[in-house]
C-alpha cells in the first residue's frame, strides 16, 4: 500500500511539474525559470496566410521563429467578428472546429517559440457585456476548453487584448473595481472550466495603466486558486511615462510587487491622431535595457500586420526583410532577441540552435539512483542538482560522450537535475 501511494505521489507531482507555472516574476517551464522574450505576431490578418493549410501557415512561421524568439503572442477573434467570417460564414469557427488552430499552437511549440492565445475583440474598449458575455463564454467554449488542455504544458492565455478603461474613466477608484470584480469572476469560471494554463491580464487604458493595474493586482492574484496569473502592459507611455525617470518608477513599482508582470507590447511609436504618429524611436531602447537589468519580458509589436509599416519587424513575414526597427529588435548586441549578452531570448525549451542549427540531445538516468547519476550529451554543457527547498547542491560541467556524477553525499529524496536544456526530476534510494 505504502509504495502505491508513494507511486501515485510520483504520478502526481510529474504532472503538476510538467505543466506551465509562475513563480513571483518568472514564468515556470518544466521546472526552469523562463523569461518571455519575443514578437507579436497577428497572422490571422495576412490574406497571403491560408490557416487550413499547413504548408501555408509553417512557412510564415518558420519565419516569425528566426528571429530567434521564445514567446508568440497571436492574435484571434471572436466567431463571427473577423473578415475571414465576413467573406465566408463560420470560418474562424472551423478553424477550431477541425483543430487546424490546435496544430498552429502544436507548430509554434515546436518551432521552441511559447504561444500566448489573446482575444483581440474590444481593444481599448470598456464594455463588460461584451467580455462577460462573448470574450469569456468563448473561452470556457467545449471546443476551446479541449485545445487548450491539450496544449496545457506550453501555452498561456491572454484573456482579453488591452480590455477596459480606467484613467480614462475620470473615476479611476470606481473603473477598478470593476475591472477586477470582472476578472475575478471571470478567473472562476475558467479555472471551474479546467482551464488550468497562466492567464495574462493586460492593464486598461490600451494596456498602458500599468500602475492602475498594479492597485488590484495583487487580490486578482490572491484570488486565482492556482495563482497562475501575468500582468501585462504595453508600452505606449508618450504620455503616461514620457521621462526616464517615470519609466523607472513604473517599472520599479512592477518588480517591487512581487507578482510577475511583463510587457506585452513594446514598439517604436505609438497611434496618436493617425497610426503609428507618435515617436518611440528613442525611448523603447532604453526600455529594453532597463527591462533586462529587471528581467522583465517583453514582446515587440509586431512581426508584421501592422497599420504602420516602420512598426513591422519585416516588411512581408520573410525574415529576410527586415524592417530597421525589426534588424534592432533581433540583432541589437545588448537587448536584441539574439543577443548573447543575457538579454537574449533564451530558448523556451528544448535548445533551438536557431544560429548553429545544432540540436543538443542529452540521456540523464537512472530515475531512481544511488551513488552515481549518468549523463549523455552530444554537447558540452552544465548542469545544477537542487533539492526540493530550491538549494543548489551539486554543478559542475558536462563534456561530449558520458559523464558520472558523483552523488553519495545527496540524502534520498527527490532533486531536481538541470541543465541547459531542460530539468529531470530524480529520486535517490
Same mark, same amino acid.
Given at each position: ?44 490578418? =495576412? ?32 466567431? /463571427? ?17 477541425? /483543430? ?43 471546443? !476551446? ?25 475620470? $473615476? ?74 517615470? !519609466? ?67 516588411? $512581408? ?10 534588424? =534592432? ?48 550529451? $552530444? $554537447? ?50
Amino acid at each position: 500500500m505504502k509504495k502505491n501511494i508513494y507511486l501515485l505521489f510520483l504520478l502526481m507531482y510529474s504532472f503538476a511539474f510538467s505543466q506551465m507555472g509562475v513563480s513571483r516574476k518568472y514564468i515556470t517551464k518544466n521546472g526552469s525559470n523562463v523569461i518571455l522574450r519575443g514578437i507579436n505576431y497577428p497572422f490571422i490578418d =495576412d490574406g497571403n496566410i491560408n490557416l487550413a493549410s499547413p504548408s501555408s501557415y509553417q512557412y510564415y512561421l518558420n519565419e516569425a521563429s528566426k528571429t530567434g524568439a521564445n514567446a508568440m503572442r497571436i492574435a484571434w477573434y471572436l466567431p /463571427g467578428t473577423h473578415w475571414r467570417d465576413i467573406q465566408t460564414a463560420g470560418t474562424v469557427q472551423g478553424y477550431i472546429n477541425n /483543430g487546424h488552430l490546435g496544430n498552429i499552437l502544436t507548430y509554434v511549440e515546436s518551432k521552441n517559440m511559447i504561444p500566448i492565445l489573446e482575444i483581440h475583440n474590444g481593444a481599448c474598449g470598456n464594455d463588460w457585456s461584451l467580455f462577460n458575455n462573448s470574450i469569456v463564454p468563448f473561452w470556457k467554449s467545449t471546443q !476551446m476548453v479541449s485545445i487548450i488542455q491539450a496544449h496545457q504544458n506550453n501555452l498561456i492565455i491572454n484573456l482579453a487584448n488591452e480590455f477596459g478603461n480606467a484613467r480614462w474613466t475620470g $473615476n479611476v477608484t470606481t473603473a477598478m473595481t470593476t475591472f477586477k470584480t470582472n476578472y475575478k469572476n471571470a478567473i472562476t469560471q475558467l479555472r471551474n472550466a479546467g482551464i488550468n494554463v497562466p492567464i495574462m491580464i493586460d492593464a486598461p487604458d490600451c494596456g498602458t495603466s500599468s500602475s492602475e493595474l498594479l492597485s488590484v493586482a495583487q487580490e486578482i492574484y490572491n484570488h486565482d486558486p492556482l495563482h497562475k496569473i501575468i500582468f501585462s502592459a504595453h508600452a505606449y507611455w508618450s504620455d503616461y511615462a514620457p521621462t526616464t525617470a517615470n !519609466m523607472e518608477t513604473k517599472l520599479t513599482e512592477m518588480t517591487n510587487s512581487g507578482l510577475c508582470w511583463f510587457l506585452g507590447e513594446i514598439a517604436n511609436n505609438q497611434d496618436g491622431n493617425s497610426c503609428g504618429s507618435i515617436d518611440l524611436s528613442s525611448y523603447y531602447p532604453t526600455l529594453l535595457t532597463k527591462l533586462c537589468q529587471r528581467e522583465i519580458g517583453w514582446l515587440a509589436w509586431a512581426y508584421d500586420q501592422d497599420c504602420s509599416s516602420t512598426r513591422e519587424l519585416t516588411t $512581408n513575414g520573410v525574415f529576410a526583410n527586415l524592417t530597421v526597427y525589426g534588424n =534592432d529588435i533581433v540583432y541589437n548586441p545588448n537587448y536584441g532577441l539574439k543577443s548573447t549578452s543575457g538579454c537574449g531570448a533564451s530558448p523556451s525549451g528544448t535548445l533551438s540552435g536557431s544560429e548553429t542549427n545544432i540540436e543538443i540531445k542529452e540521456k540523464v538516468y537512472p530515475t531512481f539512483f544511488k551513488e552515481h547519476i549518468y549523463i549523455e550529451t $552530444n $554537447n558540452e554543457s552544465s548542469f545544477q542538482i537542487f533539492g526540493m527547498d530550491g538549494k543548489l547542491l551539486i554543478k559542475g560541467v558536462l563534456n561530449k560522450g558520458k559523464n558520472e556524477i558523483f552523488t553519495a553525499n545527496l540524502l534520498k529524496g527527490i532533486y531536481l537535475f538541470k541543465t541547459k536544456t531542460g530539468t529531470y526530476k530524480l529520486i535517490k534510494n
